[in-house]
């Protein structure tokens, strides 16, 4: 994967969502990934706040605990899911899912998980460890989106 810069569009004036929208499209890109979602972590719910790619998601906000991105948010670690279809926190949100990728996205020195990066592929075993490895880059690049008031 390459390295890619954010600093154009976190230093925007653009709103907020609009900027995780222009965030999601570069790592959807630069990853070749079908789908990209930017999510919010909050206190009981996880909702989403802008994607790239397909069409919005059949669940746009769940519960804390729920789904691929609840566990790697519930963990504080990035979750890999190459068979979508057979993992059973997976949540059906496209038909044609086979492979999800979550990193969740610290906020702070205290290890709070304020956001989450989820990418999306239309073929089975679709991530690897670089991909973990790159998006984790991008988690770390874009955290500043969760440092403002939401």
Do not use: H
Not at 66 to 87: C, E, F, H, S
């Amino acid at each position: 994967m390459k390295k890619i810069s954010f600093t154009d569009i976190l230093q925007s004036s653009y709103p907020r969502k609009e900027k995780a929208r222009l965030l999601a499209e570069r790592i959807r890109q630069a990853g070749d990934y079908s789908w990209v979602g930017l999510y919010d972590v909050k206190e009981k719910e996880i909702t989403l706040v802008a994607f790239a790619g397909r069409t919005e998601p059949a669940f746009t906000s769940f519960p804390k605990d729920k789904g691929l991105n609840g566990k790697a948010v519930m963990q504080k670690r990035t979750v890999i899911v190459n068979d979508a279809k057979t993992d059973e926190d997976y949540l059906l949100t496209f038909t044609n899912t086979e492979s999800e990728i979550i990193v969740p996205v610290s906020g702070g020195n205290n290890g709070t998980i304020k956001g989450t990066i989820d990418a999306e592929s239309e073929t089975k075993n679709a991530f690897s460890k670089e991909d973990a490895a790159f998006l984790e880059e991008c988690a770390a690049a874009i955290r500043s989106l969760w440092e403002t008031d939401n």
